[in-house]
């Protein structure tokens, strides 16, 4: 596993390995409330992917699960290394605290060439407030 630092570099200046030329980064931003709906949809592209790019103490803080998708709780700074354990074809979701890590690794995947990836807007914050006011707000 590279280092957190390198692994971080790496998501923050990574320059497209996959990507067509002429195809626009437009990451999909779904709020906590239309994520069962957008699940749905994607179910048609195969078994959706709740990706949580969290810390390990944030998922043990405070964590949430979206029915019909498969929860992977993998640290922001993991994903590179372990990008080949990925499915590009695969519908992905990704939730972090706020939306701003999460927005990073899903301008990464799409940059890879991954077909279907979304932002969950506003995070587990966003989704506490939303969707499921037992989950705590840190």
């Not at 779904?30 to 992917?49: H, S, Y």
């Not at 914050?125 to 939303?130: E, M, T």
């Amino acid at each position: 596993e590279l280092p957190r630092t390198a692994a971080l570099q790496i998501l923050k200046h990574c320059a497209p390995v996959r990507q067509a030329p002429e195809r626009e980064l437009m990451i999909e931003q779904v709020a906590p409330r239309d994520l069962a709906a957008w699940l749905q949809a994607a179910r048609a592209d195969g078994a959706p992917l709740l990706l949580d790019v969290r810390e390990p103490a944030e998922w043990q803080r405070a964590s949430a699960h979206a029915a019909g998708a498969e929860l992977l709780q993998l640290p922001m700074h993991s994903i590179p290394p372990r990008l080949s354990e990925f499915d590009p074809e695969r519908p992905t979701a990704v939730l972090c605290h706020h939306g701003g890590r999460s927005m990073q690794v899903a301008m990464f995947l799409q940059q890879q060439g991954f077909a279907r990836v979304a932002n969950v807007a506003g995070g587990i914050d966003a989704w506490s407030l939303q969707l499921d006011p037992s989950i705590p707000r840190y």
